[in-house]
């Protein structure tokens, strides 16, 4: 490490698919690796997941979907979000499932085919209110779908929705949902469909409503070892293990009299003569700025903290009366298991969730992986 880096343990993300896997009784796994593999890396995590046993790989958003298939990922890819006018047939010649929540999204199936089949999951709106068919417009999608597998130009290979409230297990929502889930299969059903996979669990899902495992579970966060449902239920109660560890070298470390203020707007003034060090990471990194005068971090083994606003490159971290030198190590995060703060802790010190903390890391931030298994 010369500034920075954030190690990714690929040993930890096949311990958590394969203990994700073990959660199942008959129903398939997909790991999803949206958003570069929530800020892990996409290709390698969906390598690592494959090895592991994950039977589907899933993702947002078509380049992603080309992306892995240009990696050499050849096995299932499921991609749910597409706009009109997106390369369609380039998806359909590249065997990725695409979803359809409306019959302009068959229409642009249909128009996209040409030496095979579209495979197409058929979106219902179960009550999270983003994608899919309301239950009202779900007869008229069902119907679109049906016409066109009549031609020959799409092939109906999944009914599938996502859950508003997995993170709250007990919460009435998820059995709601359920509930429409099944309605929305039984009229495909009764319309002439063979539904395929029916697929309807995240990581919440996944870990604590079997309920919602049907055919297909579709856990992210989980996979990279931290848990939907925050210091609620921490990951190492769940068998997860966290995957990334952030850290990076003091650019600085210099003794302040007492009053020396600290970064934009001099949020912080130290009360005392104090050892400032100085990390060369910020938001531009993906560091929240909402954790200024707050953020924890490790340094020889003791907890400090951020003090001051984080600004762009770089932010101050407050060693009090230890001994350090520019060089030495600082880490913003890891697995926790040496004292270290978590991607939870900065969660909340930014008022967020660990989702965030560790999509948001960008790429001015080296990820080195270690304990990959190659061939
Ligand atoms: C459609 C869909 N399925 C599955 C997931 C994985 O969710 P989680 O990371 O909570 O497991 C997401 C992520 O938000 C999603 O949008």
Same mark, same amino acid.
């Given at each position: 490490?010369?500034?920075?880096?954030?190690?990714?343990?690929?040993?930890?993300?096949?311990?958590?698919?394969?203990?994700?896997?073990?959660?199942? /009784? &008959?129903? *398939?796994?997909?790991?999803? !690796?949206?958003?570069?593999?929530?800020?892990?890396?996409?290709?390698? %995590? =969906?390598? +690592?997941?494959?090895?592991?046993?994950?039977?589907?790989?899933?993702?947002?958003?078509?380049?992603?979907?080309?992306?892995?298939?240009?990696?050499?990922?050849?096995?299932?890819?499921?991609?749910?979000?597409?706009?009109?006018?997106?390369?369609?047939?380039?998806?359909?010649?590249?065997?990725?499932?695409?979803?359809?929540?409306?019959?302009?999204?068959?229409?642009?199936?249909?128009?996209?085919?040409?030496?095979?089949?579209?495979?197409?999951?058929?979106?219902?709106?179960?009550?999270?209110?983003?994608?899919?068919?309301?239950?009202?417009?779900?007869?008229?999608?069902?119907?679109?779908?049906?016409?066109?597998?009549?031609?020959?130009?799409?092939?109906?290979?999944?009914?599938?929705?996502?859950?508003? /409230? &997995?993170? *709250?297990?007990?919460?009435? !929502?998820?059995?709601?949902?359920?509930?429409?889930?099944?309605?929305? %299969? =039984?009229? +495909?059903?009764?319309?002439?469909?063979?539904?395929?996979?029916?697929?309807?669990?995240?990581?919440?899902?996944?870990?604590?409503?079997?309920?919602?495992?049907?055919?297909?579970?579709?856990?992210?966060?989980?996979?990279?070892?931290?848990?939907?449902?925050?210091?609620?239920?921490?990951?190492?109660?769940?068998?997860?293990?966290?995957?990334?560890?952030?850290?990076?070298?003091?650019?600085?470390?210099?003794?302040?009299?007492?009053?020396?203020?600290?970064?934009?707007?001099?949020?912080?003034?130290?009360?005392?003569?104090?050892?400032?060090?100085?990390?060369?990471?910020?938001?531009?990194?993906?560091?929240?700025?909402?954790?200024?005068?707050?953020?924890?971090?490790?340094?020889?083994?003791?907890?400090? /903290?951020?003090?001051?606003?984080?600004?762009?490159?770089?932010?101050?971290?407050?060693?009090?009366?230890?001994?350090?030198? =520019?060089?030495?190590?600082?880490?913003?995060?890891?697995?926790?298991?040496?004292?270290?703060?978590?991607?939870?802790?900065?969660?909340?010190?930014?008022?967020?969730?660990?989702?965030?903390?560790?999509?948001?890391?960008?790429?001015?931030?080296?990820?080195?992986?270690?304990?990959?298994?190659?061939?």
């Amino acid at each position: 490490m010369v500034r920075a880096e954030a190690v990714v343990d690929l040993a930890a993300i096949r311990h958590n698919v394969a203990a994700l896997r073990a959660r199942l /009784s &008959s129903a *398939e796994l997909m790991t999803v !690796v949206k958003a570069d593999g929530y800020g892990h890396g996409m290709a390698p %995590v =969906a390598r +690592a997941a494959r090895q592991a046993g994950a039977d589907w790989i899933g993702v947002a958003v078509l380049e992603e979907a080309l992306e892995l298939r240009a990696a050499g990922d050849n096995g299932p890819i499921f991609c749910w979000l597409t706009t009109p006018g997106e390369p369609l047939a380039r998806a359909i010649a590249n065997d990725i499932d695409l979803s359809a929540g409306a019959p302009w999204e068959i229409d642009e199936l249909a128009a996209g085919v040409t030496d095979r089949p579209a495979r197409v999951h058929l979106k219902i709106d179960t009550g999270l209110g983003r994608g899919g068919a309301v239950p009202e417009e779900w007869p008229t999608l069902i119907r679109a779908a049906l016409k066109e597998q009549k031609t020959g130009r799409i092939v109906i290979t999944g009914i599938w929705s996502h859950l508003a /409230s &997995s993170d *709250e297990p007990k919460s009435p !929502v998820n059995e709601a949902q359920v509930a429409t889930f099944e309605s929305a %299969v =039984a009229v +495909a059903e009764s319309l002439g469909v063979d539904p395929g996979f029916k697929h309807l669990a995240n990581s919440g899902g996944t870990l604590a409503l079997p309920e919602t495992h049907f055919d297909l579970v579709r856990p992210g966060i989980a996979t990279y070892g931290l848990s939907p449902f925050g210091h609620a239920l921490p990951s190492a109660e769940l068998g997860l293990r966290p995957a990334m560890t952030l850290r990076a070298r003091l650019a600085m470390a210099k003794r302040v009299p007492a009053g020396a203020g600290v970064s934009y707007g001099l949020t912080w003034t130290a009360p005392k003569p104090s050892t400032l060090g100085l990390v060369p990471l910020g938001y531009g990194d993906g560091l929240p700025r909402h954790a200024s005068n707050g953020a924890p971090v490790q340094v020889h083994g003791i907890r400090r /903290s951020v003090v001051g606003r984080i600004c762009m490159d770089q932010c101050v971290v407050n060693l009090d009366d230890g001994d350090a030198a =520019a060089g030495d190590e600082v880490v913003l995060f890891g697995p926790g298991d040496h004292g270290e703060p978590t991607a939870d802790d900065w969660a909340d010190a930014a008022g967020t969730i660990n989702y965030e903390i560790v999509t948001r890391l960008g790429p001015r931030i080296p990820r080195r992986y270690v304990n990959e298994v190659t061939g």
